[in-house]
């Protein structure tokens, strides 16, 4: 994905922070809008994978900082659970002023309530998809119970939460109290609904979904995230909760139209851009991720480049037998070809100053399935040495490099 950093204006006037995520072939399909946490960030790391896999789908997708927390400003006292729907809005109004409107709500805990709430609101809004949302936005006076007392005497207090300290007043108290979610879902159609909960969830308790989709019309889904607890700290579950809203939102949102591609220059395109090894590749209209394994510093996130060198030759294998086996007429059912590198990227990558040229060894072994006979057998395995990969790698390429002007 493509990551811009942008800026808006909230109600009040402050300046919100915010991240937009974009195809790498920036191709937006529909945009989408993430509102995080309580008293997190846009930088969360569920948030930033969320992002991921709906960028890889081809959405735009606008993450950002609510009023006064992270790099938005503001004071975090003077919001309230209005001022952060306010602020969804204002998000939306900028990607309709440079883009155009969003089609898909996400939110993860209250912003899941409060994407409800803003969705509600947008004509342009086709799909909500809530992660460990709370029913009701008072759900988060039980984590202000120690305090609500002081805050109601006081007019304000300062809070722990999560181990940050943040000063609530009582508007922010009275603010959540006001809201009646259940009236809005109850009114709400039109628009498709996924609930995403976790039953190990120990901040919002599993019966805040089952109210939530009870409450809203249909199409409504919902998917549990068993094992998951609330923010999402395993990766995995930050992923498989990602990749599911892209599938389940296409089934609901217009049919993108293609039209013509436009050409590109380059076959392949691959960039990288947080890290710190994640790499994202454009091949063709194909989007794939690249990534080194954990044990080396990498989120493992897809294949490592001499494991998607090797996957080449692989492919081009298989593909060069079945095209020569079809035009042979002979009757082969499958072919599996299983190799191995001996090279190690990692150590390359460390000494690739040097000059000395490493020759690396692919080990190939072909499985053959079909009615052929010993004779066909060792045709396909010579033909197997001619496919092109094998015949470009066998005989060395020239790699041509240049800086691009920016």
Same mark, same amino acid.
């Given at each position: ?146 305090? =609500?007392? /002081?805050?109601?005497?006081?007019? +304000?207090?300062? %809070?722990? @939460?999560? *181990?940050? !300290? ?12 006001a809201q009646g979610m259940q009236r809005i879902l109850e009114d709400m159609r039109g628009k498709s609904l996924l609930v995403m909960h976790s039953p190990q969830d120990e901040t919002v308790e599993l019966i805040d979904?089952?109210? =939530?989709? /009870?409450?809203?019309?249909?199409? +409504?889904?919902? %998917?549990? @995230?068993? *094992?998951? !607890? ?58 794939? @991720? ?27 294998t298989a593909m060069t037998i079945k095209m020569y086996t079809d035009r042979k007429k002979w009757k082969l059912d499958e072919v599996v070809v299983h190799l191995n590198f001996d090279n190690d990227y990692l150590e ?59």
């Amino acid at each position: 994905m493509k990551a811009e950093r942008v800026y808006f204006k909230n109600k009040e006037g402050d300046r919100l922070t915010g991240i937009l995520e974009l195809p790498l072939d920036s191709r937006v399909t529909h945009f989408a809008i993430f509102a995080h946490c309580f008293t997190c960030s846009k930088d969360l790391k569920a948030a930033r994978n969320i992002t991921l896999a709906l960028s890889q789908k081809g959405f735009g997708v606008l993450r950002f900082d609510f009023t006064g927390l992270g790099e938005s400003e503001g004071e975090f006292e003077d919001t309230n659970f209005t001022s952060n729907v306010n602020d969804i809005s204002a998000a939306a109004d900028f990607l309709a002023e440079n883009y155009e409107r969003p089609q898909l709500l996400v939110g993860h805990s209250l912003g899941g309530t409060a994407v409800l709430m803003a969705g509600s609101q947008m004509d342009s809004v086709k799909a909500i998809a809530t992660i460990g949302a709370p029913c009701e936005p008072d759900h988060v006076l039980k984590l202000l119970k120690q305090d =609500i007392d /002081e805050i109601r005497k006081q007019g +304000k207090a300062t %809070v722990t @939460l999560a *181990g940050r !300290d943040f000063s609530i007043q009582s508007q922010f108290v009275e603010d959540l109290e006001a809201q009646g979610m259940q009236r809005i879902l109850e009114d709400m159609r039109g628009k498709s609904l996924l609930v995403m909960h976790s039953p190990q969830d120990e901040t919002v308790e599993l019966i805040d979904a089952r109210a =939530i989709y /009870e409450a809203a019309h249909h199409p +409504k889904s919902f %998917v549990s @995230l068993d *094992g998951a !607890d609330h923010l999402l700290s395993d990766r995995k579950d930050s992923l498989y909760a990602g990749d599911l809203i892209a599938c389940w939102v296409q089934r609901y949102l217009p049919e993108f139209e293609e039209g013509e591609t436009p050409k590109s220059e380059e076959q392949v395109m691959a960039r990288l851009t947080e890290g710190p090894f994640l790499t994202q590749i454009l091949a063709g209209h194909h989007h794939l @991720l690249a990534d080194e394994p954990l044990e080396v510093g990498g989120q493992d996130l897809g294949p490592s480049p001499y494991e998607l060198l090797t996957a080449g030759l692989g492919a081009c294998t298989a593909m060069t037998i079945k095209m020569y086996t079809d035009r042979k007429k002979w009757k082969l059912d499958e072919v599996v070809v299983h190799l191995n590198f001996d090279n190690d990227y990692l150590e390359d990558c460390e000494n690739c100053e040097k000059e000395e040229r490493k020759i690396g060894r692919f080990e190939r072994i072909i499985e053959i399935k079909g009615d052929l006979d010993d004779q066909q057998k060792e045709r396909v395995l010579s033909i197997a040495n001619k496919c092109p990969v094998h015949k470009t790698l066998e005989q060395g390429v020239t790699i041509e490099t240049r800086l691009r002007e920016s």
